[in-house]
């Protein structure tokens, strides 16, 4: 079964330290990753996506994420948090079945920056 | 260029009752698919519709269903409202074939009660 997993659903970081938000995928074939961001009593937001090419994948805001074939994995980065960052972070993967969009989420993490 | 649009933003209903949502989404894009967003569940795909077809359905009740028209704005409909339906009910567009990017409206928020 093709899935995502965000193993964690809380991660703390001071203002001005760098932040990971971490993302592992099971999929068949090659994979179409994507992260959003979501504020709250708000929609999803798109950062970023892996399709193919670099590994490394810049997004809005600053953030930035590495796709890891070997460990299928998908993390989600930026050197210096701002207190803004604070949001909920889901991680996807684009099943394409035909000319299908369905997107499979992880179950979320939420992203705490402290002044 | 406008986003996806979603209305209404907030709605309450008792058990029973049926709802309809609407969705209108960025200029040009045919395609449309529905997310239910709630605690337990996290964010599960409903159904997605391109040119007025439904293309993939997720595992839901068939009260749940909906509809795209001609203009690409897709409605949709939950008859026999159950409190587990309580949700924020996310729709989203993309170009369609070959597009692989999705762009979420703001929601609605449904209470049953």
């Known amino acids: 079964a093709q899935s995502v997993a965000q193993p964690e659903d809380q991660v703390n970081v001071a203002e001005g330290n760098p932040l990971t938000v971490k993302c592992t995928y099971s999929?068949?074939?090659?994979?179409?990753l994507f992260w959003y961001v979501q504020y709250p009593n708000r929609g999803l937001q798109f950062l970023l996506k892996?399709?193919?090419?670099?590994?490394l994948v810049k997004g809005s805001y600053g953030f930035e994420a590495e796709f890891n074939k070997s460990q299928t994995s998908f993390h989600l980065k930026k050197p210096s948090a701002l207190v803004s960052d604070s949001a909920l972070y889901f991680c996807a993967v684009l099943i394409t079945g035909g000319a299908t969009n369905k997107l499979i989420f992880g179950t979320g993490t939420l992203l705490a920056v402290q002044p | 260029k406008a986003g996806v649009t979603q209305t209404p933003r907030y709605l309450i209903k008792t058990r029973g009752q049926q709802v309809t949502l609407s969705c209108s989404p960025i200029?040009?894009?045919?395609?449309v698919s529905w997310y239910q967003q709630t605690p337990g569940q996290g964010l599960q795909f409903l159904f997605e519709y391109f040119s007025e077809t439904q293309r993939n359905k997720g595992n839901f009740p068939g009260r749940f269903s909906g509809r795209q028209f001609s203009n690409s704005r897709s409605e949709m409909n939950v008859s026999t409202l159950e409190l587990g339906d309580s949700a924020l009910y996310l729709c989203a567009s993309s170009g369609g074939s070959g597009e692989r990017l999705l762009f979420f409206g703001s929601g609605t928020q449904l209470s049953v009660l």
């Open positions: 200029s040009g894009h045919r395609s």
């Open positions: 999929v068949s074939g090659n994979p179409y």
């Open positions: 892996y399709i193919t090419g670099d590994n």
